[in-house]
């Protein structure tokens, strides 16, 4: 079975320092030919023991649609990722991690978020993880009924930080 991913700020190889990597989307569609599995946000793989390696990713997102299986924010130790979502943006899948090892932070000014299942606020332990809604309309458990809403879910030092000045969850 073959794996489709889409990764922005990914550290890969052998060079020195920090990888950034930033989308801005105004309209369109992201994905993958048949689907992308994943949308890794803040990325490292490969990691040796060079200095200053991480990995930046960000989505500024104010239009079109990423449609994917699953959405990761800062997905591993010292990775950091960003989205930014307004206006008509759509981000649809099945979970949505908010810093899931690493530091992910998801900024609402408009926009939506549909999710299947569930969205993770900080969920490793050292993991941080910061949802900002401001407004647009985040929905868990879409068409299936079966979705959740996690601040801070595994045992450990995380952090997971909620703010809500409008929109809907």
Same mark, same amino acid.
């Given at each position: 079975?073959?794996?489709?991913?889409?990764?922005?700020?990914?550290?890969?190889?052998?060079?020195?320092?920090?990888?950034?990597? /930033?989308?801005?989307?105004?309209? =369109?569609? @992201?994905? /993958?030919?048949?689907?992308?599995?994943? @949308?890794?946000? =803040?990325?490292?793989?490969?990691?040796?023991?060079?200095?200053?390696?991480? =990995?930046?990713?960000?989505?500024?997102?104010? !239009?079109?649609?990423?449609?994917? @299986?699953?959405?990761?924010?800062?997905?591993?130790?010292?990775?950091?990722?960003?989205?930014? @979502?307004?206006?008509?943006?759509?981000?649809?899948?099945?979970?949505?991690?908010?810093?899931?090892?690493?530091?992910?932070?998801?900024?609402?000014?408009?926009?939506?978020?549909?999710?299947?299942?569930?969205?993770?606020?900080?969920?490793?332990?050292?993991?941080?993880?910061?949802?900002?809604?401001?407004? !647009?309309?985040?929905?868990?458990?879409? =068409?299936?009924?079966?979705?959740?809403? /996690?601040?801070?879910?595994?045992?450990?030092?995380?952090?997971?930080?909620?703010?809500?000045?409008? !929109?809907?969850?």
């Amino acid at each position: 079975e073959s794996k489709h991913y889409i990764v922005l700020g990914d550290y890969q190889g052998d060079v020195a320092g920090p990888i950034k990597a /930033t989308i801005n989307m105004t309209g =369109g569609t @992201l994905m /993958t030919t048949g689907g992308a599995d994943n @949308l890794r946000i =803040g990325d490292l793989t490969n990691i040796s023991s060079k200095p200053n390696q991480d =990995g930046h990713g960000e989505l500024i997102m104010s !239009g079109g649609l990423v449609s994917v @299986l699953d959405v990761f924010l800062g997905n591993t130790v010292d990775a950091t990722g960003l989205l930014d @979502l307004s206006s008509t943006g759509l981000v649809e899948g099945r979970n949505m991690w908010v810093g899931e090892y690493g530091t992910g932070t998801l900024n609402m000014s408009g926009g939506e978020v549909q999710l299947t299942q569930t969205l993770y606020v900080a969920n490793r332990s050292g993991s941080t993880g910061t949802a900002t809604i401001a407004s !647009g309309t985040i929905t868990t458990g879409y =068409g299936t009924g079966n979705g959740g809403f /996690t601040i801070g879910n595994n045992a450990g030092s995380n952090d997971g930080v909620l703010n809500v000045t409008g !929109g809907t969850i």
